[in-house]
């Protein structure tokens, strides 16, 4: 049992060092920053999606939006903003049932305050 384990758990380390052997090596004719300065520089080229502002955003915005929040969520963001005031913080929804902090993080760059 603990041989067909430790095969199970040496495998794929085996496979792993087979393929970082038989990867191709960079081209030789091209100085080093030049092959990293396109892989930075299609990062900051990426346009930047608009935000949701939580103070003006209807449920079924938040909705249709964000990840993983549905009618009834969505409805207890409205809820909470109309009894308590407007939110002064992203990490305010951590205060409404149903909102943890995996969620609140899936949707952060998705929303705003203002």
């Known amino acids: 049992m603990r041989n067909c ?7 794929p380390l085996l496979g792993l060092s087979f393929s970082l052997q038989a990867a191709p090596a960079s081209s030789p004719s091209l100085p080093a920053a030049e092959v990293v300065a396109p892989q ?19 449920a079924t915005t938040l909705q249709r939006e964000l990840n993983g929040i549905g009618k009834a969520k969505a409805e207890a963001i409205v809820a909470y903003r109309d009894a308590n005031g407007p939110f002064t913080s992203v990490d305010e929804l951590l205060e409404i049932k149903g909102i943890g902090k995996a969620l609140l993080e899936r949707n952060r760059d998705k929303l705003m305050v203002n």
């Open 5 to 11: 384990v430790l095969s199970y758990l040496l495998l």
């Open 40 to 58: 930075v520089g299609m990062a900051s080229e990426q346009p930047h999606a608009a935000r949701l502002d939580l103070n003006s955003a209807d």
